[in-house]
């Protein structure tokens, strides 16, 4: 499984637009990108993925550029509820499920 | 659609003991994770299983264990409870196809005294 690097911690504002970068040098030609929030004594939460280029949904996009090397979830206008822990992970098909978690971005939103 | 429901929430056992942890997949979904989580840490993968049978496991030692049901709800069993063994033990159940997301319970706090 591809190992991710993600800074440990973000500040931002309420309003502002947070991007989290996430590093994935050795992704494999078939792993998808998943981005997971957690927020205290909760489960992690499924958030987005992708293959490459863009993706959308009512909640973020993720930027994936032709490498497939990096990634970013981008999160637009965020407020205080978006406080939480943030998670990249990198797997395929046959890992589903077997996912190798890092310490995540701990994305701290202030009035 | 119900989602994945854990039990108990919370849970305080002796070191040594043993303990049962359940867990109610998603409507629909037939594999069933499990992952330690320690205080400021990432999820750990425990092991996973599709139809009743376990696909693949992490690095645990074997007094974790596991069972899946023909519902496909589980159950995780750990023995000769440690004190490293507190953590937040979280489910996750997936289509268990492709590259569907998994979708998490709110996990059980255990505490081992």
């Known amino acids: 499984l591809a190992k991710t690097t993600q800074p440990i911690s973000m500040d931002s504002y309420e309003g502002q637009e947070v991007n989290i970068t996430c590093s994935h040098n050795n992704i494999a030609t078939n792993d998808y990108i998943t981005w997971y929030q957690q927020f205290p004594s909760q489960g992690p939460r499924f958030i987005i993925q992708g293959y490459k280029t863009k993706v959308t949904n009512e909640v973020a996009s993720l930027f994936i550029p032709a490498d497939r090397k990096s990634s970013t979830l981008s999160l637009p206008r965020v407020s205080l509820s978006d406080t939480a822990v943030y998670y990249c992970?990198?797997?395929?098909?046959?890992?589903?499920?077997?996912?190798?978690f890092g310490q995540g971005t701990t994305l701290q939103v202030k009035p | 659609e119900t989602g994945v429901t854990q039990s108990p929430t919370h849970l305080i056992k002796t070191r040594g003991q043993q303990v049962t942890l359940r867990c109610s997949s998603q409507?629909?979904?037939?594999?069933v994770s499990w992952y330690q989580q320690a205080l400021g840490q990432g999820p750990q993968f425990i092991f996973q299983y599709y139809r009743e049978e376990e696909n693949g496991r992490g690095n645990f030692p074997p007094r974790f264990s596991g069972l899946q049901f023909p519902n496909y709800s589980s159950e995780l069993n750990v023995n000769a409870l440690e004190l490293d063994d507190s953590a937040l033990y979280l489910c996750?159940?997936?289509?268990?196809?492709?590259?569907?997301?998994?979708?998490f319970g709110n996990g059980t706090r255990l505490t081992v005294t």
């Open positions: 992970l990198v797997a395929g098909s046959s890992n589903t499920g077997k996912l190798i």
């Open positions: 996750a159940s997936s289509l268990g196809e492709g590259n569907s997301p998994l979708h």
């Open positions: 409507s629909g979904h037939n594999t």
